[in-house]
């Protein structure tokens, strides 16, 4: 038995996505966001516009940071007791919607911390807020998930926590926002939306519906993702933006693999974003996972859908968006690398990678990890 969530009250998405803010009934909310691109591009003050109404009030918690820390999110909870708001907006990229999203979790249940949140108990009660996600980036799909990445800065270590309490009420797909990207981002978090769709189609806990949800985001990134990389115009943004969310309604159902494993030990090492590290990793996981037959079937769908190898397809879009090739080239110096060598390799074998579909040996991680650094074809 599995039991498929794609979302909680509404998912909104088409032109003018972002006047159902109007319709949304508040007293106090409170508007979550990164840095200042948010402010910079005028979506904060268009946010605010559409929200205002008489009498009600809004503020804005910002700089929330493209990983988010586990201070930020505490600082967070502090705002939101000193607020008491009934609508939290969170506003942004995948960051800023995982930090208010566990913001809100710890302000719904004061008991809650980082120390017991993986493990303790919730029971269901009258919420205090509603949670609405805008995203501006089209990678993570926070927005529909159940899911949030906040890096244990104390341990290094980018830790997800999952649980039905923090899945956004409302997703807005709005696809003038992520217009605002530069192509670079829009480039890197595609490709996470794209590792999403992949690993979600692949994984051993995925059923019809994940699976068609994932081919058809596949698809779709593959043949707009180019186009928002190279124009950035309405269309191919806004396609980008729904195909991102398909992938995340896969992966919330299916779960992940080897990529997102080894790419949060590399991000909660680094900080180095998470797109970025999806993306130079992302077709040599292909090249290991080909040798499980059931995978290497669903790859062999997916190529005659494409009419082309889909590994070799993709190896030609990382190069086609600049990504690096790999790690060595991401900034991170072999002399760290092979320091932290060990401590890299027990955090890669955690997290998504337990759900691989081919299961991952300490030895095999260890070549993987040096493939990925180095740049050499996985052929093991
Ligand atoms: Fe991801």
Redesign the pocket.
């Known amino acids: 038995m599995q039991q498929v969530v794609l979302t909680k009250q509404a998912l909104v998405t088409g032109e003018g996505a972002l006047q159902y803010l109007k319709n949304v009934e508040y007293h106090t909310a409170v508007i979550v966001t990164g840095g200042q691109s948010m402010a910079r591009t005028g979506v904060l003050e268009r946010v605010q516009k559409i929200m205002e109404k008489e009498g009600r009030q809004s503020f804005i918690f910002s700089g929330i940071s493209k990983n988010p820390t586990k201070a930020q999110v505490l600082e967070g909870v502090e705002f939101l007791k000193e607020k008491q708001p009934d609508v939290v907006l969170a506003v942004g990229g995948g960051s800023s919607i995982d930090a208010a999203k566990v913001m809100v979790l710890f302000y719904e249940y004061p008991e809650l911390s980082f120390e017991n949140v993986f493990s303790a108990p919730l029971e269901e009660k009258k919420r205090k807020t509603l949670l609405i996600a805008v995203p501006s980036t089209s990678?993570?799909a926070s927005e529909v998930t159940h899911i949030s990445v906040i890096t244990l800065e104390d341990q290094q270590f980018k830790a997800a926590i999952k649980t039905e309490n923090i899945r956004p009420d409302i997703a807005i797909l709005d696809g003038t926002i992520p217009m605002t990207l530069p192509s670079h981002i829009a480039a890197e978090t595609g490709m996470?939306a794209l590792?999403?769709a992949l690993e979600a189609y692949i994984n051993k806990s995925g059923n019809d519906f994940t699976d068609a949800l994932a081919k058809e985001a596949i698809e779709g990134l593959m043949e707009w993702l180019p186009k928002s990389y190279e124009e950035g115009d309405l269309e191919s943004r806004s396609k980008v933006h729904n195909y991102q969310c398909m992938a995340g309604m896969a992966f919330g159902n299916s779960g992940?693999g080897i990529v997102?494993g080894v790419?949060h030990a590399f991000g909660g090492k680094y900080n180095l974003a998470?797109?970025l590290a999806?993306a130079i990793i992302l077709p040599y996981s292909m090249d290991y996972n080909k040798k499980e037959a059931a995978v290497k079937k669903k790859y062999e769908k997916l190529s005659k859908i494409l009419g082309a190898d889909i590994i070799e397809k993709v190896k030609e879009l990382k190069k086609s968006l600049k990504i690096p090739d790999c790690i060595a080239q991401a900034g991170v110096s072999e002399q760290q690398f092979l320091a932290d060598f060990e401590v890299l390799t027990d955090y890669a074998l955690k997290g998504a990678t337990v759900v691989n579909p081919l299961p991952v040996s300490r030895q095999d991680m260890q070549k993987f990890l040096r493939c990925i650094y180095y740049g050499k074809k996985v052929d093991f």
């Open positions: 990678g993570t996470d590792t999403h992940l997102h790419s998470h797109g999806n």
